[in-house]
């Protein structure tokens, strides 16, 4: 899958995901096509995570849950959530090419992050 954003636009981008985000209490934001192809990422410093593996593997889930949509009747599910003892995993459609996986710990509530991401969506698609 072709990445087709201008220099700018990723700029834009990785600024959404460090002010919108990260600020907001994420621990790390990854930007990435539905192949599993880094767009744009940004962390908190603090983690160590293979984000490549994470990007592939998540997008691999995700099309295996949109699967599993269509067996029960549905055309796609546009989020999904793991929740772990320590961090907790959110991967949400941004549009037809692309996700979002935002990493977070238990000091942040699902409820707001879920209203950061939305908002940040809106940014990126008008990126």
Avoid at 19 to 33: H, M, P, Q, R, Y
Avoid at 66 to 90: R, T, W
Wanted: aromatic share 8%.
């Amino acid at each position: 899958m072709e990445n087709n954003y201008t220099p700018e636009q990723l700029d834009n981008i990785e600024s959404v995901l460090a002010e919108d985000l990260i600020e907001a209490g994420a621990n790390s934001v990854i930007f990435l096509d539905r192949a599993g192809n880094i767009i744009a990422k940004s962390d908190n410093g603090h983690c160590n995570h293979d984000v490549y593996s994470l990007a592939a593997l998540g997008a691999g889930n995700f099309g295996v849950v949109n699967a599993m949509a269509n067996i029960v009747g549905e055309d796609e599910f546009s989020l999904l959530f793991h929740k772990g003892q320590k961090e907790s995993l959110h991967f949400t459609k941004v549009n037809e090419e692309s996700l979002l996986i935002t990493i977070f710990g238990k000091e942040v509530s699902l409820g707001f992050l879920r209203l950061k991401v939305a908002e940040a969506i809106k940014k990126i698609i008008n990126a």
